[in-house]
């Protein structure tokens, strides 16, 4: 199949479009490169893209509309999954403006191009922490998600309600994602695993927030998109809902967890690290973050229902395979 790919040199959009192109499907990446972290890493996972004949690419930024839908319509996309945006939690309270035009003004053109261009499926990438303020565990699709912490969270919320319209009016099939913690080897730099793993090799100390008393419910990326190429086919249709489904009554649109469903404490997953790089961190203890959450847990049931049983890669198993590409990538620069 030809599948559109936004947000391609993404960490999470990198390993998507090297598993759909193992699988034998056409994939068309866009992403814009901006410099929210280092444009070389970004650079790197493209260029590894590049060298597959199945692969091609547009440096197209969502929120240029005429570009965009040029764009969009020469793809001419089976399946899109959109993953382009500006991610982080922390660094939304600095730079509200850029969540604002990625998340919300980019949403929104890419949804008015697919309009006119319309997919078999639109997938649409969202996060665990829409569910915010909620105390409920695990964290179920049907669970109110109206208390978001971070300005992060309520521009995901509003890409969701704005998929969930188009899905109404236009009758275009969507599947908001929902993802838990995803790490693994080409990860950001503003992540934890990358952050820490930097800071131990450098024997600098590690910032701790919620002095080592927080809960994730981390994903390895391998398994994130087995699950994402795994959904390609499982396109919502408005009245056939499986038990427990969170399919819309008005809507081909359906909301999906992406989980290990199996929480490990902070301190914890800082202790593999450092028994996968041989040496023990300097903790600096820091207090909760301004928009953090104290735990997350996805209830994997409607996944599962959909997928089958899940690959779930055990954390030391995921954590070594980090460890092996940090190691070679500082290597090289």
Same mark, same amino acid.
């Given at each position: 199949?030809?599948?559109?790919?936004?947000?391609? %040199?993404g960490?999470?959009?990198?390993?998507?479009?090297?598993?759909?192109? /193992?699988?034998g499907?056409?994939?068309i990446?866009?992403?814009?490169?901006t410099n929210y972290?280092?444009?070389?890493?970004?650079?790197t996972?493209?260029?590894?893209?590049?060298?597959?004949?199945?692969f091609?690419f547009?440096k197209? @930024?969502?929120?240029q509309?005429?570009a965009?839908e040029?764009?969009?319509? #020469?793809?001419?996309? =089976?399946?899109?999954?959109h993953?382009g #945006?500006?991610?982080?939690?922390?660094? +939304?309270?600095?730079?509200?403006a850029?969540?604002?035009?990625?998340?919300i003004?980019?949403? %929104?053109?890419?949804?008015?191009a697919?309009r006119?261009?319309?997919?078999?499926?639109?997938?649409?990438a +969202?996060?665990?922490s829409?569910?915010?303020g909620?105390? $409920?565990?695990?964290?179920? =699709?049907g @669970?109110? %998600?109206?208390?978001p912490? +971070?300005?992060?969270?309520?521009?995901?919320?509003?890409?969701?309600?704005l998929?969930?319209?188009?899905?109404?009016?236009w009758?275009i099939?969507?599947?908001c994602?929902?993802?838990?913690?995803?790490?693994?080897?080409?990860?950001r730099? @503003?992540?934890?695993?990358?952050?820490?793993?930097?800071?131990?090799a450098?024997?600098?100390?590690?910032d701790?927030?919620?002095?080592g008393?927080?809960r994730?419910?981390?994903?390895?990326v391998?398994?994130?998109?087995?699950?994402? /190429? #795994?959904?390609m $086919?499982?396109?919502?249709?408005?009245?056939e809902p499986l038990? !427990?489904? +969170?399919?819309? #009554?008005v /809507?081909?649109?359906?909301l999906?967890?992406?989980?290990g469903?199996?929480?490990?404490e902070?301190?914890?997953?800082?202790?593999?690290l450092?028994r996968?790089?041989?040496?023990?961190?300097?903790?600096n203890?820091?207090?909760?973050?301004p !928009?953090?959450?104290?735990?997350?847990e996805?209830?994997t049931?409607?996944?599962k229902?959909?997928?089958g049983?899940?690959?779930? $890669?055990?954390?030391d198993?995921?954590?070594d395979?980090f460890v092996?590409?940090?190691?070679?990538y500082s290597?090289g620069?």
């Open positions: 199949m030809k599948v559109l790919v936004t947000g391609a %040199a960490f999470i959009g990198f390993h998507l479009s090297r598993k759909l192109i /193992a699988q499907h056409e994939v990446g866009l992403d814009a490169l972290y280092d444009p070389a890493l970004k650079q996972r493209l260029d590894i893209l590049l060298e597959q004949p199945a091609r547009g197209i @930024d969502l929120t509309m005429d965009l040029d764009f969009v319509g #020469a793809a001419g996309a =089976e399946i899109v999954y993953l #945006a500006q991610p982080g939690v922390r660094y +939304s309270i600095e730079n509200p850029s969540y604002i035009q990625s998340n003004v980019g949403t %929104a053109n890419l949804l008015e697919l006119r261009h319309q997919p078999q499926h639109l997938v649409f +969202s996060t665990s829409i569910y915010g909620n105390k $409920t565990m695990p964290y179920a =699709e @669970d109110r %998600a109206d208390s912490l +971070s300005l992060y969270a309520a521009t995901k919320k509003s890409g969701e309600a998929v969930h319209s188009y899905a109404h009016l009758s099939p969507s599947t994602v929902r993802f838990f913690t995803v790490y693994g080897p080409y990860g730099p @503003d992540m934890a695993l990358l952050k820490f793993a930097t800071a131990i450098k024997g600098e100390p590690i701790v927030y919620g002095n008393r927080m994730r419910d981390f994903t390895y391998d398994d994130l998109v087995g699950v994402l /190429a #795994a959904i $086919t499982r396109v919502p249709v408005t009245g038990e !427990g489904d +969170s399919l819309s #009554a /809507a081909p649109f359906r999906l967890n992406i989980g469903g199996h929480p490990v902070l301190m914890d997953f800082i202790a593999s450092e996968a790089m041989g040496t023990k961190a300097e903790l203890m820091l207090p909760m973050q !928009g953090d959450v104290v735990a997350t996805a209830d049931d409607l996944l229902a959909l997928v049983d899940l690959q779930t $890669t055990p954390l198993e995921g954590i395979r092996a590409w940090f190691r070679d290597r620069n």
